[in-house]
């Protein structure tokens, strides 16, 4: 018996004033006789269904023991649609196109349309425009283990590429900053640690399944340790790379510098990742001070061009 048949029979019940059991069965796809033993099911779980005989008969539940279809408001409902789309984008799978349409069953249908046009004012789409092909499939894995608490195995590449593998009981997925993640207790490292999905390759569920243990929550907020890291630097940018320093700063940051060019006060943390964020904007992007920040610009542009050897 399957519990999601369950639910959806009662939503359904909640729907229409009554439905005969060949409909369901044709609607679910099984026997008359499995709709007859799911109707008990749902009257032993303390919702009273009644059977009507006869022409135009069928299933109803008992006036008076209907549930509160107004338990949620239009605004809620919408932030409920709103959400849930934006997620079956990414994590594809049957409980959640379930669960869509079990909410749209709570929508009244005086206030259906309104509600859909809410609905559909903000879109969430945490697909990738292009990257690692693997994040999907990994998702929908990463999900049936923490449903099933199954072990999982995947080879990690760490911050100097170097791959090891691992044997990982999974606990939470989180998404940061659209980059998804996993939070699970490593058997290797005996604690628990964040592994983002992109440096996972070989990713495989195990037969062998885990007692959960007590729970660590991952350390997601590091704004203020980035603040006393951070200090700010003065660039002279083109305007064709605006859009992407603006992924970095507001616009009130900004100040034209003739027709071209434009002065921003950046922020910046003394590492790889944000020097080569520079760097990768090119002769578009200069660095005017502070004075010690312009000069690793410049070896590591030295560098770089050491590499091409004799370019004349």
């Known amino acids: 018996m399957k519990v999601d048949r369950l639910v959806s029979i009662i939503m359904i019940l909640l729907e229409k004033e009554r ?65 849930l789309s934006g997620l079956s984008g990414m994590m594809r799978g049957e409980e959640l196109v379930n669960t869509l349409a079990k909410v749209r069953r709570f929508i009244p249908k005086d206030s259906a349309k ?56 999974p606990y939470q997925l989180v998404l940061k900053s659209s980059h998804w993640y996993l939070q699970g207790y490593c058997h290797i490292r005996n604690d628990y640690r964040l592994f983002k999905l992109s440096r996972m390759s070989n990713l495989a569920m195990q037969d062998e399944t885990f007692a959960p243990r007590a729970y660590q929550e991952p350390t997601l907020d590091f704004g203020d340790a980035l603040d006393a890291m951070q200090t700010t630097v003065k660039l002279r940018i083109h305007r064709s790379v605006m859009d992407q320093v603006l992924d970095f700063c507001p616009y009130e940051d900004f100040s034209a510098d003739g027709d071209e060019f434009y002065l921003v006060n950046f922020p910046f943390i003394e590492n790889d990742y944000n020097y080569n964020l520079l760097l990768g ?28 050897g004799d370019l004349h």
Request: one cysteine or more; proline letters at 5%.
């Open 19 to 83: 439905i005969g059991a060949q409909e369901l069965a044709e609607l679910f796809e099984v026997s008359p006789r499995t709709i007859y033993r799911d109707i008990d099911a749902i009257n032993m779980a303390g919702i009273p269904v009644r059977s009507t005989p006869g022409v135009g008969g069928g299933f109803e539940i008992m006036p008076g023991c209907k549930l509160d279809r107004t338990v949620f408001s239009s605004a809620e409902l919408s932030t409920l649609l709103t959400g």
């Open 114 to 169: 309104d509600i859909e046009l809410k609905a559909n004012q903000i879109r969430i789409d945490l697909s990738p425009w292009m990257g690692n092909r693997n994040i999907q499939p990994y998702l929908q894995m990463i999900k049936a283990a923490l449903q099933e608490s199954r072990l999982l195995t995947f080879a990690y590449a760490g911050h100097h590429g170097n791959q090891t593998v691992r044997t990982v009981e």
């Open 281 to 308: 904007l090119g002769d578009r992007c200069e660095c005017l001070e502070p004075e010690h920040i312009r000069e690793e610009m410049k070896r590591r542009i030295k560098k770089i061009a050491a590499l091409y």
